[in-house]
């Protein structure tokens, strides 16, 4: 370590040199948390999000780092100088840039053979985003061993080290998740961090042989040419928010006639609508929610019932309240205005008459008059990814004060047949606030799989054994409770959900531990 310092233009040197070794710090641990965040939406399309795909990313994306910082203290102790950081971070670019040609050839591979989502989600991770996290690993203490040798106050050269990696790791998680998703997509942000790597290590190449940078530069037109071949640019999303990677497919195979389209978020489709019937629902569970309300309520007062939605989606059913029942007051509570927008201008919504409010639904409720709907509708569960904080007792009860005394409380759920143990314990959990609860289904698998359901709650009256399709699709359902009572596990030893404890994940642990179709 350095002690003498005769010449002052060697301090200011040696100065300058740290800053730039503390920038090159910074800027590649913004990198990596860039990688990080973008993980979750790259891989959504093919496991959507859940706690358990973020597990993966955050514990593979540290034990990559973990490795790296052991690495490059080796590295650094063993001579690696400012050429090690500058290959390190190059390599570091071109992995980047691999993850899209590596995603071509992961993706079928996963899909083939059939993974649980827990598998397929870790697998994802460690395939095309460990590597990057061990080289990014590697620079910190590499950089921060090549400072010591400058200035002999170690615990000010290791602090600030450590600090700047954590403020680019800041920067990087915010800048991410709050604008380069929404305004570059999950392509651009890959190919964007893979050129700063690549700028960020050719400094440290000046006064060496042209050899690597050549090399390296090769070695990234080779990966863009293969992606390309590979189509590994192309997106699979037509659209890129905050929340959801957003498609629209053409369904018009499964209308009766014409044309219908449907919204496909992440990985699940979240609603069909019909070009020029509104009123037509194609979704046995969707129909299924607005013949409840019409059995509930009777044809005369469903014709100007009070609606409110939590989620929008593909506002299929909204639509079509609006379009069958022009008096009645339709309320959606939609948390992504491009989940809106994309519903507008490609899936026939017109959401002229209705109030739509782009915010959470529980904080919409929570400003509401008390007694203000007759039926509240959560259609915001998306797959595996719940809302935890829309399906607790303290919820519910926020539901309750918002109905009218004869008001209907309904919810799809998607959940593992023969036991669907987060639906019961969402029974379970409503039946405190409810006299009324029961769960319905249009058809009864051979097998287990995962499904639709379907569940009603009020404190009026008792809904029938069976309901007919009074309209639309030819469609009948069952009230199910009973059945579901007696089978698989008993209620008693399910847990009554609230805001402290809601373990989703463990309810609906078939769909991460075992194959039931995706």
């Not at 990087?172 to 942000?189: A, D, H, K, N, P």
């Not at 539901?399 to 759920?413: Q, T, W």
Request: proline share 5%; glycine share 8%; charged share 20%.
């Amino acid at each position: 370590m350095r002690t003498d310092r005769p010449i002052p233009e060697l301090i200011v040197s040696d100065r300058l040199r740290i800053a730039w070794y503390g920038l090159t710090i910074f800027l590649s641990s913004a990198f990596l948390l860039v990688l990080e965040i973008l993980a979750g939406r790259l891989i959504a399309p093919y496991v959507g999000v859940s706690l358990y795909t973020w597990t993966a990313i955050i514990g593979v994306i540290l034990a990559g780092l973990s490795l790296g910082n052991w690495l490059g203290g080796i590295w650094a102790d063993r001579g690696g100088k400012e050429l090690a950081a500058g290959i390190t971070l190059a390599l570091a670019g071109l992995f980047s840039l691999g993850i899209l040609f590596l995603l071509t050839l992961v993706a079928p591979l996963i899909e083939a053979r059939a993974m649980t989502l827990l598998g397929a989600s870790f697998f994802y991770v460690l395939a095309l985003f460990f590597i990057p996290a061990v080289l990014l690993g590697i620079v910190t203490p590499l950089l921060t061993t090549l400072a010591l040798g400058l200035d002999r106050r170690t615990g000010h050269i290791v602090g600030r080290m450590h600090a700047l990696a954590a403020l680019g790791s800041i920067l990087g998680t915010f800048l991410t998740g709050y604008l380069l998703v929404q305004y570059l997509g999950t392509r651009g942000i890959v190919i964007g961090t893979a050129l700063g790597l690549f700028l960020l290590a050719l400094p440290f190449f000046k006064g060496t042989s042209r050899l690597v940078p050549a090399a390296v530069l090769a070695a990234a037109v080779g990966l863009v040419v293969l992606t390309q071949a590979r189509n590994g640019f192309s997106n699979p999303c037509d659209r890129e928010s905050t929340y959801f990677c957003i498609r629209v497919v053409d369904e018009s195979e499964r209308a009766p006639f014409g044309v219908a389209r449907s919204l496909v978020l992440d990985h699940l489709v979240h609603g069909t609508n019909h070009e020029s019937e509104p009123g037509l629902l194609l979704a046995p569970y969707v129909q299924l929610m607005d013949e409840l309300a019409l059995e509930h309520f009777g044809g005369e007062k469903a014709a100007s019932l009070r609606w409110f939605f939590a989620g929008g989606g593909a506002y299929t059913l909204p639509r079509s309240v609006r379009a069958r029942t022009p008096a009645a007051a339709v309320t959606v509570a939609e948390l992504d205005p491009l989940v809106t927008r994309t519903a507008e201008e490609r899936l026939f919504l017109d959401t002229a008459g209705m109030r739509v409010v782009h915010e959470d639904a529980r904080i919409v409720l929570e400003r509401e008059s008390s007694g203000l709907y007759d039926v509240i509708v959560a259609d915001a569960f998306h797959d595996i990814s719940i809302p935890y904080h829309l399906v607790t007792r303290e919820y519910a009860e926020l539901v309750k004060s918002r109905l009218a005394p004869d008001g209907l409380y309904l919810l799809n759920v998607l959940d593992a047949f023969p036991d669907p143990r987060l639906v019961k314990s969402m029974m379970k959990t409503l039946a405190a606030s409810f006299a009324h609860v029961h769960v319905w289904m249009d058809v009864v698998p051979p097998d287990a799989e995962r499904m639709t359901f379907v569940i009603s709650a009020s404190n009026s009256r008792e809904p029938p054994d069976v309901l007919i399709a009074r309209r639309g699709l030819d469609y009948r359902w069952v009230r199910a409770t009973e059945p579901m009572m007696k089978t698989g596990t008993p209620f008693d030893r399910l847990p009554l959900l609230t805001d402290d404890f809601v373990p989703v994940e463990r309810l609906v642990a078939e769909f991460y531990f075992e194959d039931l179709g995706r």
